[in-house]
């Protein structure tokens, strides 16, 4: 089932997550500066600041939904309503205006030619149809090319990628041409599996329906063998 998914997805869609990359806002050294100082410092492993988010806009706009739904936006419960939607949403999204694959940028030379797994990276991030959250896991194996990267690294790219207005096929896509790319990898296989809440608390309303999504690169993709080696690995340890 999953080679199934990763071949209707692998080529068809290397466009989307390609425009993506490139259609982002490019990065000032001074936002490059800030994120690292953050990363060693570990400050926001959850919350990567977003300071390009207006705020006050953000609070704006819940006022006028709250409004527009018939609420009250000044009653008591209400009150700090908007300001608290605001900094989730900063939150939320502190990765569009972020370059993921900066966390890729230090490589270690390693005479390494066996699939690298790293299973069972949680992730929560936001569908772009509804604004409703998106969690689940994604699974990242690559077969390096003498370049390895450390492994928590690897989390980092999903984190990142997750904090976007997002669509599950998209976030696969984009951390495996990532990680295809900046490691120049002979193969890359991410598996993700999530849950959509705008599919299990309104519309169809399904609780417990997985929604499962891979990207194949290189070896993977071009090579069934491989592939169901690796798909097999990925089974046995998710
Ligand atoms: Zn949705």
């Known amino acids: 089932m999953i080679a199934d998914s990763s071949r209707s997805t692998a080529s068809s869609d290397k466009s989307v997550s390609n425009t993506t990359e490139k259609s982002a806002p490019s990065i000032s050294p001074e936002n490059r500066s800030r994120s690292s100082s953050e990363h060693v410092f570990f400050v926001d492993r959850n919350a990567p600041k977003n300071d390009s988010v207006d705020l006050a806009r953000i609070e704006t706009a819940v006022r006028s939904l709250l409004e527009a739904v018939g609420e009250d936006p000044d009653r008591d419960g209400l009150l700090e309503t908007p300001a608290r939607v605001a ?88 951390v495996a041409d990532l990680i295809e790319d900046r490691l120049s990898a002979r193969g890359v296989a991410v598996v993700v599996e999530s849950t959509h809440s705008c599919m299990t608390m309104r519309g169809v309303r399904k609780p417990g329906s997985m929604c499962l999504t891979s990207a194949m690169r290189g070896i993977f993709r071009d090579d069934p063998k491989s592939r169901s080696e690796v798909l097999g690995l990925i089974n046995r340890v998710s």
Not at 92 to 106: C, E, N
Not at 131 to 149: D, E, M, N, Q, R
Not at 153 to 158: D, N
């Open 87 to 174: 900094r989730m949403y900063a939150e939320m999204f502190a990765g569009l205006k972020s370059d993921p694959g900066r966390h890729l940028a230090k490589v270690f030379d390693e005479d390494y030619d066996e699939i690298v797994l790293v299973s069972d990276i949680s992730f929560c991030s936001m569908c772009e149809h509804h604004l409703l959250p998106f969690t689940g896991k994604a699974h990242i194996a690559y077969l390096p090319s003498g370049k390895v990267v450390g492994l928590s690294k690897l989390a980092r790219v999903v984190e990142e990628v997750a904090r976007r207005p997002q669509v599950q096929e998209r976030l696969t896509q984009t």
